[in-house]
Nanobody, 130 residues
Framework: QVQPAESGGGSVQAGGSLSISCEVSGYTFSESCMAWFRQAPGKKREGVASIATGSGYSDYVDSVAGRFRISRDSAKNMVYLQMNSLKLEDTATYYC???????????????????????WGQGIQVTVSS
């Protein structure tokens, strides 16, 4: 197993933007499903966005659709989450997750709901203030 490493978190005012990154060293990116999850204090972990590294197909939870964008750079083993129009309720610890092989775009998207990933990062804090 490998451990994804998140970076780039921090604090931002509501309405602002922030980008976080995830490096998965020593991982075969092909036929992988990568995702971002988040967990706020006292709340359950929720899937935010997923991406199938082969096709680039992405999926989002409704609360971030149109504001967040997940992307990947397979040559660098990196996954990114660009967060725009941030809201107070986006405050959480964000986790990067990876699993392979996942050859179906639909199956990758489904994992965003069930959280079925083998490799998890330690998390990075994103705080949105008013």
């Amino acid at each position: 197993q490998v451990q994804p490493a998140e970076s780039g978190g921090g604090s931002v005012q509501a309405g602002g933007s922030l980008s976080i990154s995830c490096e998965v060293s020593g991982y075969t990116f092909s036929e992988s499903c990568m995702a971002w999850f988040r967990q706020a204090p006292g709340k359950k972990r929720e899937g935010v966005a997923s991406i199938a590294t082969g096709s680039g197909y992405s999926d989002y939870v409704d609360s971030v659709a149109g504001r967040f964008r997940i992307s990947r750079d397979s040559a660098k083993n990196m996954v990114y989450l660009q967060m725009n129009s941030l809201k107070l309720e986006d405050t959480a610890t964000y986790y990067c997750a990876a699993v392979r092989p996942v050859v179906s775009d639909a199956k990758c998207a489904r994992r965003l709901g069930n959280g079925n990933f083998d490799n998890w990062g330690q998390g990075i804090q994103v705080t949105v203030s008013s």
